[in-house]
């Protein structure tokens, strides 16, 4: 048996402070995609089945219970202690909290306190980028502004993340743009944008990435489910050797990209988590396709959960499964020595993390 002991969740988000109905708890299972078919619901997935069998034992029911039953439990224990019981269940010691999505969701340090372990902050870029622009009148007002939030963020945060590969449909080009080219821009964006609009402008997120290259924070950025290598291949290039580390999140379908990525650039790092938790029972095999390619000491473990507690859960758990699974396979062929697999299940888990965002170990 391959032992993880320590997992730091190297990308996630808070939970729910507020109790769900069965709809909005199978809402969150389905992560954004679209309906599920009539008569069945996101329950009927590979994450509502991972679910069904590694929660339930937490709040006192067997597993693969029926939903209906779970919620119900759920109910009755009560959002803050089934929340709690699933939390310190996960077995995760450290949350890195990406505090940019709206709703009703805890901190880092709330999640903390009701998972008994640690937690620090990530600022996602473009919710900073647009709180500056509320408060700032003027284009030089909104850059200046933008620098210094931006600047005062890398002193309390562990690392940045940005979505601008999902909000832009096409690759960003990887080089940092001009001067008047941002001055242009942030004076269109602002002149067009209602209060509280997204920024989906390419110069300008082109221009925050960079901004955040200059901070040498770790950068996450997301893929969504475009493929890494044209979403962000150019940028890895031309960030190489600068001293900022770029973590590839959410490569699933295009795992093997981001890892191929991650093998090919000194500073660039691929996360595990959701690919892991999109599976569920596979989970194991699509591990093993992304060890086959990137060195491990570039791969992070990560839940990606929001909203749900379980889906903290299933993300550790599944990851701890399927590394065990594949490792100790290899170990069994003889591929592998067991010291040699505990060295690097510990390095996926929690040391990469621990060296990437400069945390110190518990």
Known sequence: MIETPSLVDQHCHGVLRTELGLG????????????????????????????????????GLEPHCPPARYLARRRELGVLESGRRLLRGSGITTYLVDTGLPGDLTGPGELATTGAAEAHEIVRLELLAEQVADTSGTVDSFLANLAESVHGAAAGAVAFTSVAGVREDRPLPPEPPGPGEVRG?????????????????????????????????PLQLHTGAADPQ??????????????????LLHGYPHHRAAAHLAGAFPHVYADLGPALVR?????????AEILELAPFGKLLFSSGAHGLPELHVVGATLFREALSRVLGTWVAEGAWSLADAQRVAAMIAADNARRVYGLTHE
């Open 185 to 217: 821009a942030a004076g269109r964006w602002l002149a067009g944008r209602q209060v509280g609009g997204e920024l989906a402008d390419p110069v300008l997120l082109r221009h925050l990435l960079w901004i955040a290259v200059a901070s040498g924070l």
């Open 279 to 287: 599976t569920g029972a596979r989970a194991a095999a699509v591990l």
């Open 24 to 59: 909005t708890f199978e809402a969150h299972l389905g992560r954004g995609e679209g309906p599920p078919a009539p008569g069945t619901t996101f329950f009927d997935t590979q994450t509502g089945f991972a679910v069904r069998r590694w929660c339930p034992p937490l709040l």
């Open 230 to 247: 044209r979403s962000f291949g150019a940028f890895a290039r031309a960030t190489a050797g600068l001293g900022t580390d770029l973590v």
